[in-house]
Every structure is written in C-alpha cells, then in structure tokens.
C-alpha cells in the first residue's frame, strides 16, 4: 500500500492506493497506526479477488458471514476508523459487482485486494469513541464520550 498526504493543515487528508494482495482492513488500520489517527472516515473504489462481508442479524445480534471468492469491483466503499476499547477500529461497508451485473454488499470483515483499491482517508479533528451497546450487541459510536 502506498499513501501520499494530500492536505495537512485542518484535517489531514491522505490518499492510499492498495496493490494486488494488500489485505484492505488490516492494511488500513496499520497506516492509521503509524499515522496516529484516532478517527478518520473514508471512501474507495477499486476491486477486490475475494472478501467477506455480512449481515447483521438484529434478532441472534450476529452478523451472517458471506464469501466471495472470484474477481469484483467495488462499487462502493465507505466507513470510518474509531476508538473501541483503546483500539482502533475499522467499520466499513462494501458494495461489489460481480460479472454477471448482480451487486452484492454489506459490513466489511476483509478482503484482498486485486488489482488495484483508490481510497481517500480525512482525518476527523476529535477522536470517536464506540461503546458496547447491549441492546443492539455491538460496538456503536457514543457522542457523549
């Protein structure tokens, strides 16, 4: 993965171009590392060679896990990078293309990137906290924190 600083006074803003094998999430929250970003958000296109991304069932409070393995573009992709539990976190949804034209998408767990992923991060000025909400069952973004 290679990254260029595009804009540093306000919010920094950073594009990243991810290369063919680049496993995206981790990938991206090893950059926010060395970056020492503690919330950003963000948006890319390019494809991916396989991924995994879900659903998330609010009655079990789990998420369905959902395979692709075959080339896809991403038609979408968008999330943000918070604190959860003094780590970061990535939150990401993907929308794919397949071949056949069906589009296919969800919360994002990982992917490996082929050939190419175009992403443009901004840095948020205050960090983002999230909170287990137990209702729910899973981390949410609390404001008041």
Request: proline share 2%.
């Amino acid at each position: 993965m290679k990254a260029k600083l595009l804009n540093e006074e306000g919010a920094r803003t950073f594009a990243l171009v991810f290369d063919t094998g680049d496993e995206f999430v981790s990938g991206l929250l090893d950059f926010a590392r060395r970056e020492k970003l503690a919330s950003a958000h963000f948006a890319g296109i390019g494809a991916f060679e396989r991924l995994t991304f879900g659903f998330f069932e609010l009655e079990k409070k789990e998420y369905k896990k959902i395979g692709v393995n075959e080339q896809v573009e991403v038609l979408s992709l968008a999330g943000n990078i918070a604190l959860y539990e003094n780590e970061l976190r990535v939150h990401a949804h993907v929308l794919v293309g397949k071949q056949d034209g069906t589009a296919h998408g969800g919360h994002l767990f990982e992917a490996h990137v082929r050939p190419t992923l175009e992403l443009f991060l901004t840095e948020l000025a205050v960090p983002l906290r999230r909170r287990m909400n137990e209702e729910v069952g899973i981390p949410l973004i609390d404001l008041s924190a």
